[in-house]
Antibody, heavy 118, light 107 residues
Framework: QITLKESGPTLVKPTQTLTLTCSFS??????????VGWIRQPPGKALEWLALIFWDDDERYSPSLRSRLSITKDTSKNQVVLTMTDVDPVDTASYYCAYGTGRTFDYWGQGTLVTVSS | DIQMTQSPSSLSASVGDRVTISCRASQGIGNHLAWFQQKPGKAPKPLIYGASSLQSGVPSKFSGSGSGTDFTLTIRSLQPEDFATYYC?????????FGPGTTVDIK
């Protein structure tokens, strides 16, 4: 059974760095074609794809956020970490991590709401 | 980036209705199109991948069709649990992009 769960701060101040952790079970990020991605959703708005990391360390990012994002994996801990620098109130959103095998995202975490406010 | 549009943005329907939602890509994406259902306060639920293949456990009342730039999600015999927002997503090219969503509510 594949499960994913996001964790991190619920409140971050503007200009700070946001670090979110996706802890997963039921699969390994060393298995061919497996990837874990991050997607966010501002309150009342649509989904936005952020980043994706694959079993072979290939990393993909949203071009509009590339300069502020970093995605890493720790296969021994079954975790993927997303770091976003210089946050702004517009980054207030629910952040989801999700599992896929090259055919979009088949399993999603429950999401975590992050508010950026001073 | 590949832009995704959906129509309508919202629709009202009755229990038992057949509902069709359209999704269009700004360039051809083959069949690399997925559909998700999202209810308030919940994570998106994958429904369809490859434009027409049902995710495991998704009832056959949901169906998808299309290829290239034009796609359709059809829900047969709408039930109370189907009232939600539906998103399409292309995974043909990076960055992956989602449509703006279609909200299906009760008439």
């Amino acid at each position: 059974q594949i499960t994913l769960k996001e964790s991190g701060p619920t409140l971050v101040k503007p200009t700070q760095t946001l670090t979110l952790t996706c802890s997963f079970s039921g699969f390994s990020l060393t298995t061919e074609r497996v990837g874990v991605g991050w997607i966010r959703q501002p309150p009342g708005k649509a989904l936005e794809w952020l980043a994706l990391i694959f079993w072979d360390d290939d990393e993909r990012y949203s071009p509009s956020l590339r300069s502020r994002l970093s995605i890493t994996k720790d296969t021994s801990k079954n975790q993927v970490v997303l770091t976003m620098t210089d946050v702004d109130p517009v980054d207030t959103a629910s952040y989801y991590c999700a599992y896929g095998t090259g055919r979009t995202f088949d399993y999603w975490g429950q999401g975590t709401l992050v508010t950026v406010s001073s | 980036d590949i832009q995704m549009t959906q129509s309508p943005s919202s629709l009202s329907a009755s229990v038992g209705d057949r509902v069709t939602i359209s999704c269009r890509a700004s360039q051809g994406i083959g069949n690399h199109l997925a559909w998700f259902q999202q209810k308030p306060g919940k994570a998106p639920k994958p429904l369809i991948y490859g434009a027409s293949s049902l995710q495991s456990g998704v009832p056959s009342k949901f169906s998808g069709s299309g290829s290239g730039t034009d796609f359709t999600l059809t829900i047969r015999s709408l039930q109370p649990e189907d009232f939600a927002t539906y998103y399409c997503q292309q995974y043909d090219g990076y960055p992956f992009t989602f449509g703006p969503g279609t909200t299906v509510d009760i008439k």
